[in-house]
Every structure is written in C-alpha cells, then in structure tokens.
C-alpha cells in the first residue's frame, strides 16, 4: 500500500493545476478565477508539483 497516497494526491494536484489553469486563460466561463493572470501562473506550478508526486510515488511503489 506504499505511495498510494502520493500517488493520488499527485494525480488530484495535477488535475486541479490544469483546471485553473484554463479558468486563468478563460475558457471556463462563470467563475471567479475566470481570466485572472494568477490562476495561470499557479495553475501550473501546482501541475508541475502534482506530476513530482506522481514520479515519487511511482518511485516508491517500485523499491518494494
């Protein structure tokens, strides 16, 4: 069960990234962060964190 929670946590970072990251470039309508240039910027950041969490879970996961 090693690296299960990285890996999920990952995985949600990652999605989460890349809906504010289009909510930042306003292609989702109705929100807030719609056309925000911040959301565009941290948007891919949590992305890019959330893909170094999937890499250490994966990692971990294979040592067993």
């Not at 690296?3 to 989702?28: C, D, R």
């Amino acid at each position: 069960m090693r690296g299960w929670l990285t890996l999920t946590l990952g995985l949600l970072a990652v999605v989460i990234g890349a809906v504010w990251t289009v909510q930042g470039l306003g292609y989702v309508d109705g929100s807030v962060m719609t056309d925000q240039t911040l959301w565009v910027v941290l948007g891919p950041v949590v992305a890019l964190a959330g893909l170094v969490a999937l890499w250490w879970g994966l990692r971990s996961r294979r040592r067993l």
